[in-house]
């Protein structure tokens, strides 16, 4: 097999929900990582989607630590003392977490904006602004016009956005993500696979993705070198019978 070298990605996939506030704290660390990585522009970030909750409905009445109380068993008291930890492990990543605004949504028209926003080459931005949104100003990400407004701001059309998200457009591949995780023994998140073999569970310290980064780039440069030969153009002759 004969490909353009200059074209092929290492891919680093990412299952995430955009509910999980730990998801949140790990792009953070895997971001310095990536940054200091000197071969950044061959990696290729893929997000997966991941629901934590499925089942959960839409509920912008009901508070944060109400729906986590319902949802883990644990009492008020104790849903406000992790948050209360959560929000202190955030900051110190520069992260401000306000669960005293956040509202709870189900998350599945969210990871349908966020493949629509892969479609145009803007998926990372649309994660960081989701998680934002819900984490620090308190939107509800299953509302339409509020993932209108914020695909507006990282450069989506606004009016195709909501055409999207009207329709049932990217259901199925939110819906594969999930599968694909499922057979992959992906059961927490946030989860990273490096060239589909390296993988790292939770939040990390960026010496250990810049460690895992670098592990799975050299093996898949060992592993392109047996597949791949860059490719130089010359005259040719193509299917269609034109020559040059």
């Known amino acids: 097999m004969i490909t353009d070298s200059t074209n092929v990605k290492m891919n680093v996939e990412i299952w995430s929900d955009v509910v999980c506030p730990f998801c949140y704290m790990a792009k953070r660390k895997f971001e310095a990582a990536l940054s200091g990585f000197k071969d950044v522009s061959n990696i290729e970030i893929i997000w ?6 499925p089942g959960a409905k839409s509920e912008p009445d009901k508070s944060f630590y109400q729906a986590l109380s319902e949802h883990s068993g644990m009492s008020m008291e104790q849903s406000k003392t992790a948050c209360d930890q959560v929000t202190q492990a955030a900051a110190q990543m520069g992260l401000i977490y306000d669960f005293d605004k956040a509202i709870s949504a189900n998350t599945f028209n969210a990871h349908r904006f966020s493949h629509f926003a892969k479609s145009k080459g803007l998926q990372n931005d649309a994660e960081e ?5 819900y984490f620090t100003s308190g939107k ?5 016009s509020t993932l209108v407004e914020l695909g507006m701001a990282i450069g989506l059309d606004g009016e195709e956005t909501k055409a999207v998200l009207e329709s049932s457009d990217y259901a199925n591949e939110v819906r594969e993500d999930i ?4 057979q992959s023994g992906v059961i ?3 989860f ?3 060239n589909g073999k390296h993988s790292l569970s939770g939040v990390q310290d960026t010496r250990t993705f810049s460690k895992a980064l670098e592990d799975a780039y050299a093996g898949w440069l060992k592993d392109s070198r047996h597949t ?7 005259r040719s002759c193509t299917i269609e019978g034109f020559c040059q």
């Not at 997966?48 to 909750?53: D, G, K, N, T, V």
């Not at 602004?129 to 949104?133: D, R, S, V």
């Open 188 to 190: 927490a998140v946030p």
């Open 48 to 53: 997966r989607s991941f629901q934590l909750a």
């Open 129 to 133: 602004g989701l998680l934002k949104a």
């Open 140 to 144: 509800n990400i299953d509302d339409v």
């Open 228 to 234: 791949e030969m860059e490719l130089t153009i010359g």
């Open 192 to 194: 990273f696979r490096f």
């Open 179 to 182: 599968h694909l995780a499922q």
